[in-house]
C-alpha cells in the first residue's frame, strides 16, 4: 500500500489504484493517519498529478510518495525556500528513521512492538513502566499517557526543533532567537479572566469587573473540555519551574501544554530548577493551556470562546482560546497577589526592581508600556527583575527566572542590555522578520503593537542572581505614561500623595498591550496592577504604606509619556535619555536637594532644575506649545483623577483624599 505524507501534520492513505487527482474527489473522507485523524478539505489539492511538490493554502506543504513501513515515521519538513526532491527527501526519511528523527517528540513514543503482520503493520506494543510525573498527570488529570507523548522539562534547543516542525510561524532570526505566533490573540484578554467563587477564597476575593465569579460545576467543564483537547495532540510538553527567589515564599509551578513555544516561553519565565530538584518535584499549581481550543461561549457565564480560569482551592489554571503566552504569565502573577498577602502577608507588587552599587533598592511600579522594563535594565545598576516582586519582611525578591520586554521599536543603541539579550534561548513573539536574512524589524507593527521577547534574566549581564535583596528599598518611583501631556517628568511626592497617586495607578494604555487596544487611551488601574489583584486595591495600599513608613523610603512620580503637548496635539515621548538622567539624579542624591517649585493642580514639586534635562522641560506649563489650552488640558486631567478615586475614597483617610488634585466643582468623595 502506498501512502501520502503530507507536512506538516497531515496524512492520507492512497489505495494502490488510487492517485491524487481521485483522492481530491473524496474530500469528506476522513483518512486514517499514523497519529491522529484529519479531513482534507477540496481546496487542499493543487495540481499534484504532475507535480507532488505543488500545493494550496496551508494545509498541505509538501506531499512524498513512499512506502507505508512505518506507522510513527515524522513527516518531512521541507527545506527552504524550494520544495524537496524526491530522492532526497528519501535520503532524509532514511537518516531519521536510523537517528530517530526527533528526539524530543518521538523518543518517548519508539517502542519494540511484536506481532507485525501485513494487515497490522504496527503490531502490538507492550506495556512500558510510566515515570512518577505521567502517573501524577494521569490520576490528577486524566492525561492519556499511553496515547500522548509526555515531553518533560525538554532543553531549548528540543522546543527549538519542535516549534520549527509542528508549529506554523517558527523561526530562527539571524541572532538565534525563536519567533513565534500566537495567532489571533496578541495580547491579553483581561475581560475574559475568571476566579473560581468557592468556600476558601470567597471571602478574600476582590470580586467585580476584574475578577469574574466563575462557578465550580463550570470550572469542571472547561477544565475537562482542555484537558480533552490536550489528549488529542500526539505530544505533550511539561514545565516544571519556580514562582518567587525566596526560598521561604516560592511556590511550585507545573505548566502542561500543547505548544513548544508555550513551554520555551514560560521555560523562560519561572525560576528554572536544577536537575536534582526536578527528581521529586510537586506543583503547588497548575497550568492546563489549550489555548488552541476555544471554550464553549454557550456555558454559562462565558462570555466569548477566550477563557482564562483560576480555582485557588484546586490551585489549577485552566487556557482555552487564547494562545498569547502572557496569559500564563500573568496567571501566576494574580497567583501570588492571592497567596502572598493572605497566606504570608507579603506584599505583590507590579514593579521592577534594581540594585546600586551601595545595596540601595530601586522600585518602578507602573503598567506595561510605561518603561518598567526598560528602566529598570540599568548599566550601572544591578537588575533584581522587570515586572513581578515581592516586598516581604527582609527585603525585595523576584518572582520570576526570565524577563518579557516590549520590542516594537527596539534598538541597540536605545536599549543595548534588552537588544543583546536577544539569542539563542529567547523567544520572539509577533516579529516581523527578513525571509532571507532572518533580521528582525523592530519597528515593524504588521502583526501586532505589542511584540515582545521572553529571555532568561541571565541574558542580562548585570543581573543580580539570586534575584533578591536582603535591602528594603530607597526610592519608590510610580511610573506613568501621560498621553496629554500635562503631568510633569517628575515629582517628589509626599506620603499622602505616594498613597494617592499609588491607588489611582494613572496612566495612558499603550497601543498592543491590551487585546482591541490600538491607540493611547487614558486609563486608571488601581495599584498600578488592576488586571492582576485578587484582593480589594486598599488591602496592598495600606501594607505599601506600612512598609514605606517603617523604611523611610523616597517615593516620586516619573512621567515616560509626552511633553510639550499631547500625543494627538503635537507632543512628543519623553526622550529616554532625560528619563534616564533623572533617574541617575534619583539614585546620586541629587534631585533630593534640589530646589523645588509647586505645580498647579496637582499640587506636585516639580525640581526647578536637573542635570542632563532642560530646565522648561521640567514644567509642563513652560514647555506647552500644544494647540489645545494647557489649562483646559490639566483641569480634565484633574477631574478624572477625581472621579476616578471616589471608589476608593470611603476607605481612605481624609489626608489621603486630600492629596489629590484640587478642581473646581470637583470633590473626590462619594456624593
Not at 189 to 197: A, N
Not at 314 to 337: C, N, P, R, W
Request: proline share 6%; glycine share 8%.
Amino acid at each position: 500500500m502506498d501512502s501520502l505524507i503530507v507536512y506538516p501534520t497531515t496524512v492520507a492513505l492512497l489505495l494502490p489504484s488510487e492517485d491524487l487527482a481521485t483522492l481530491a474527489q473524496r474530500p469528506t473522507d476522513t483518512y486514517n493517519l499514523p497519529s491522529r485523524s484529519a479531513r482534507l478539505p477540496p481546496d487542499c489539492i493543487g495540481d499534484a498529478t504532475t507535480n507532488l511538490g505543488t500545493v494550496r493554502q496551508s494545509y498541505i506543504q509538501e506531499a512524498v510518495r513512499m512506502p507505508f513501513e512505518d506507522s510513527t515515521l515524522p513527516p518531512i519538513r521541507p527545506s527552504s525556500p524550494g520544495p524537496l526532491s524526491g530522492a532526497f527527501a528519501r535520503q532524509q526519511i532514511s537518516k531519521q528513521q536510523r537517528n530517530n528523527y526527533h528526539s524530543s517528540s518521538l523518543s518517548t513514543m519508539v517502542s519494540a512492538s511484536v506481532n507485525k503482520t501485513g494487515l497490522h503493520p504496527g503490531g502490538v506494543e507492550p506495556q512500558r513502566e510510566h515515570t512518577d510525573l505521567e502517573e501524577e498527570l494521569h490520576e490528577r488529570a486524566h492525561i492519556d499517557y499511553d496515547r500522548v507523548a509526555i515531553i518533560a522539562n525538554p532543553s531549548a534547543a528540543a522546543l527549538y526543533e519542535d516549534a520549527l516542525v509542528y508549529e506554523t510561524g517558527s523561526a530562527i532570526t539571524s541572532t538565534g532567537a525563536m519567533t513565534a505566533y500566537s495567532g489571533a490573540k496578541t495580547g491579553r484578554s483581561p475581560l475574559d479572566k475568571r476566579i473560581v467563587k468557592e468556600e476558601g477564597s470567597e471571602k478574600e476575593v476582590w470580586w467585580g469587573p476584574v475578577n469574574k465569579p466563575m462557578t465550580p460545576e463550570v470550572w469542571k467543564i472547561n477544565r475537562e473540555r482542555a484537558v480533552d483537547y490536550l489528549n488529542t495532540r500526539n505530544r505533550i510538553y511539561v514545565v516544571d519551574g519556580f514562582a518567587g527567589w525566596d526560598e521561604r515564599y516560592r511556590i511550585n509551578v507545573r505548566v502542561v501544554c500543547a505548544r513548544a513555544y508555550h513551554a520555551l516561553f514560560m521555560r523562560n519565565m519561572l525560576i528554572r530548577p536544577k536537575r536534582e530538584e526536578l527528581e521529586h518535584f510537586k506543583p503547588d499549581y497548575t497550568i492546563y493551556n489549550a489555548g488552541s481550543f476555544p471554550a464553549n461561549r454557550f456555558t454559562t457565564g462565558m462570555t466569548s470562546a477566550t477563557s482564562v480560569a483560576i480555582n485557588f482551592s484546586d490551585q489549577e489554571m485552566v487556557i482555552l482560546g487564547t494562545e498569547y503566552a502572557g496569559e500564563m504569565k500573568k496567571g501566576i502573577f494574580t497567583v501570588l497577589f492571592y497567596e502572598m498577602p493572605v497566606k504570608h502577608n507579603v506584599l505583590t507588587l507590579h514593579s521592577s526592581a534594581n540594585e546600586g552599587r551601595d545595596g540601595d533598592v530601586t522600585v518602578f511600579f507602573g503598567l506595561s508600556g510605561t518603561g518598567k522594563t526598560t528602566l529598570s535594565a540599568d548599566p550601572k545598576r544591578a537588575l533584581i527583575g522587570d515586572d513581578e516582586h515581592c516586598w516581604s519582611d527582609r527585603g525585595v525578591f523576584n518572582i520570576e527566572g526570565g524577563c518579557y520586554a516590549k520590542c516594537i521599536g527596539l534598538s541597540a543603541e536605545k536599549e543595548p542590555d534588552i537588544f543583546n539579550a536577544i539569542k539563542f534561548g529567547s523567544v520572539l513573539e509577533n516579529v516581523v522578520f527578513n525571509p532571507e536574512t532572518r533580521e528582525v524589524d523592530y519597528d515593524d507593527a504588521t502583526l501586532t503593537e505589542n511584540t515582545r521577547c521572553a529571555y532568561p534574566i541571565e541574558y542580562i549581564h548585570n543581573a543580580k542572581i539570586p534575584c533578591l535583596s536582603m535591602n528594603h528599598p530607597t526610592n519608590i518611583i510610580l511610573l506613568t505614561c501621560d498621553a496629554r501631556g500635562v503631568l510633569p517628568p517628575i515629582s517628589k511626592l509626599t506620603p499622602e500623595q505616594t498613597m494617592f497617586h499609588f491607588i489611582s495607578g494613572y496612566t495612558s494604555k499603550m497601543a498592543g498591550t491590551e487585546d482591541g487596544v490600538t491607540e493611547p487611551q487614558a486609563t486608571f488601574s488601581s495599584c498600578f496592577a488592576q488586571p492582576f489583584l485578587a484582593l480589594h486595591p486598599m488591602r496592598y495600599a495600606k501594607m505599601l504604606s506600612d512598609k514605606i513608613k517603617e523604611h523611610n523610603a523616597n517615593a516620586w512620580l516619573l512621567n515616560t509619556g509626552w511633553v510639550g503637548a499631547g500625543a494627538t496635539t503635537g507632543g512628543k515621548r519623553c526622550p529616554l535619555k532625560y528619563t534616564r538622567a533623572i533617574l541617575d539624579a534619583i539614585h546620586s542624591g541629587e534631585l533630593a536637594k534640589t530646589e523645588y517649585e509647586t505645580y498647579e493642580t496637582f499640587n506636585l514639586n516639580v525640581p526647578k532644575a536637573c542635570s542632563g534635562v532642560p530646565d522648561e522641560l521640567l514644567n509642563p506649563k513652560k514647555s506647552w506649545t500644544g494647540t489645545a489650552d494647557f489649562k483646559e488640558e490639566v483641569t480634565k486631567l484633574g477631574g478624572l483623577f477625581i472621579e476616578n478615586f471616589k471608589k476608593y475614597s470611603d476607605q481612605a483617610t481624609p489626608d489621603v483624599v486630600k492629596a489629590g488634585p484640587e478642581v473646581e466643582g470637583h470633590s473626590a468623595k462619594k456624593n
